[in-house]
């Protein structure tokens, strides 16, 4: 069964079939449901993965529910916003619109932690820039990230971070005041900066499972 199993009354329309007489109440519903299975087919793609309400997106991220594509249409990570019933973060796609689009940008993301006076460490999650990533401290607060040369100016490359999960009542340990954020330096640096939201002091042991994604754009 298929799309070219559809049938019609009088019209002659190949490859479908034309009657020439009545069509049965089967044939009627058979008509329907293959348009139907069509149409989902074209709302759908096998390369674009399943929402996941614990992961962050970002702006023109793809991902697909209930048989529908969506694209992350906000700046920003935004997590547990579930795409159909969030039409001002999520904009319903169709595969034929991704035909043919190639992709703009390559990728690194990491969740770091940091402690003391050592320059942040974790897992690798994206690497898109050929495992040249270099973490290092600076001086109380102040880190940076380095790849010579990988990190372009006008509005080419964007970065974005997050903490990890604050814990409900411990308001004085350093990760839960702490406010990170970070920003392309110069070319082939991104600084990352720590500080305490209490003073605006500068503060170290504020990263624990920070999400840092960084995109370069051609």
Known sequence: MGKESLILRDTINPPLTTKGSALTFAEMDSNVVETYNALVELS?????????????YYLNDYTQEGSQLYRCIVAGAIVNIDPPSNPASWLPVYAADMIQIPKR???????????????PAGNVGVDELDNAVVASYDSVGKYVLTKAGSFPGSGKTTV?????????GLTTIPWVRCKLSAS??????????????????????GMINA????RVYS
């Open 44 to 56: 759908q793609s096998s390369n674009v993965p399943a929402y996941d309400n614990t992961k962050n």
């Open 105 to 119: 940008y390559v990728e690194w993301e990491a969740v770091l932690n940091q402690a003391g006076t050592a320059a």
């Open 160 to 168: 974005s971070i997050s903490n990890g999960a604050t814990i409900n």
């Open 184 to 205: 392309r330096d110069v070319d082939g640096t991104i600084a990352i900066i720590s500080i305490d939201s209490t003073d605006g002091t500068f503060i170290d042991d």
């Open 211 to 214: 999400t840092v994604r960084i």
